[in-house]
């Protein structure tokens, strides 16, 4: 699934070539994604000016004149620049067409989703209710501390929680729960606000190097010029599971958390 730093690469990547186009329309090719495709998504925006694109959890944020598009790429969606005679594949759902370019969503599992809303976009129902930031300075120790206390439940489940802080996906916690030497079975109430500290800090600088290095290279995505990225190749210890830890060289573990496949050290993560 395409995780906070995919969706910052391809905001970064489509911004440039359709900031302050105006939208000619949106060629709608199939309207069922996780929730429909408005039928009237055309009157709603075609004609309005492009201001800005952003990103806000895992969604992409387009903010025309009047109010603005809520695009996310659900599990295995993609968005890039095509040319307009690039002829659509059999997956391509929708294009949102500008003077010079389009901006091609592929999704072939059609989780994602395609919504408008009016200004200001932060009071649709999906982003009201989100936490703050990771890479920002609304996320703290202080924040997350707030969080855990007394909560009973896994660490790694609680930073997971979009509504304590947004786009700490599996990958990613894997990770920032590995270079903070945290377990992500412990309770999230009997972590040390010290620990919480480094905890904070390793998920900022996991975040912020997989921006860096464009995204985690998964098999459904490809950032906005068609290119996968490169982070995984980095990865300490999601995806590793019963290899050697790159630090005691122990076996890592793997347990089942929400559902989702959590690897860890066992020495390394208390």
């Known amino acids: 699934m395409p995780e906070l730093p995919e969706v910052e690469t391809t905001c970064a990547g489509i ?8 939208l000619q329309q949106v060629t709608v090719r199939d309207h069922r994604l996780r ?21 806000r959890g895992k969604y992409i944020l387009l903010y025309f004149d009047e109010g603005g598009l809520i695009g996310h790429l659900g599990m295995t969606g993609s968005m890039r620049i095509v040319t307009q005679d690039e002829p659509p594949a059999y997956h391509d759902h929708f294009d949102l067409c500008f003077n010079d370019c389009l901006v091609r969503y592929r999704d072939p599992r059609r989780f994602g989703s395609l919504l408008w809303q009016p200004l200001p976009l932060e009071e649709h129902v999906l982003l009201a209710e989100l936490g703050p930031e990771p890479l920002t300075e609304d996320f703290n120790v202080a924040v997350l501390y707030a969080a855990c206390k007394d909560k009973k ?34 309770q999230a109430g009997r972590v040390s606000k010290q620990r919480l500290g480094k905890l904070v800090d390793a998920i900022k600088q996991v975040l912020a190097d997989a921006i860096a290095q464009g995204g985690t290279t998964l098999r459904n995505f490809v950032d906005s010029d068609g290119n996968p990225g490169y982070f995984r190749q980095q990865l300490r210890v999601y995806g590793r599971a019963h290899k050697p830890c790159h630090c005691c060289g ?14 860890y050290c066992s020495h390394c993560q208390r």
């Open 250 to 263: 122990e076996a890592l573990k793997e347990v089942r958390l929400g559902q989702r496949s959590t690897v």
């Open 35 to 55: 929730w429909p495709i408005p039928d009237n998504i055309n009157s709603l925006v075609a004609g309005q000016r492009l201001h800005k694109v952003t990103r």
């Open 153 to 186: 439940q896994p660490i790694k489940t609680l930073i997971m929680d979009s509504k304590k802080v947004v786009g700490v996906g599996n990958i990613y916690a894997n990770e920032a729960l590995y270079i903070a030497g945290i377990n992500p079975k412990r």
């Open 15 to 22: 911004a440039p070539h359709i900031t302050g186009q105006v």
